[in-house]
């Protein structure tokens, strides 16, 4: 699916049962993403680990945003619940927002 990362952003912290928990939500669009009661684009989220972030090179700021190209699996979830996880994410084209917005 190719979509447009707009943010990156990182989590750090110990939680409640003093585990320290890591991640990163990625904020994207993509025309293939659809709500009924949307009219354009949905801003989607995704949450990664910190290091599938890292190994995608999401955590650098020249390549965000940008357009990519995201390859999704379904797992279960602790719950048993099915999720998507990001298995593969290919840089396409960095994106200049400033270009379009000054």
Known sequence: MK???LGVRFYDFVGKEGKKIEFAKVHYVSPDVEDRNTVG????????????????????????PAFYEFTFETILDYKGLPKAQLTECKLLQNFDVNKILK
């Open 3 to 5: 979509v447009l990362v």
């Open 41 to 64: 684009l949905v801003v989607s989220e995704l949450n990664v680990s910190l290091e599938t972030a890292k190994k995608f090179n999401l955590d650098k700021f020249d390549n965000v």
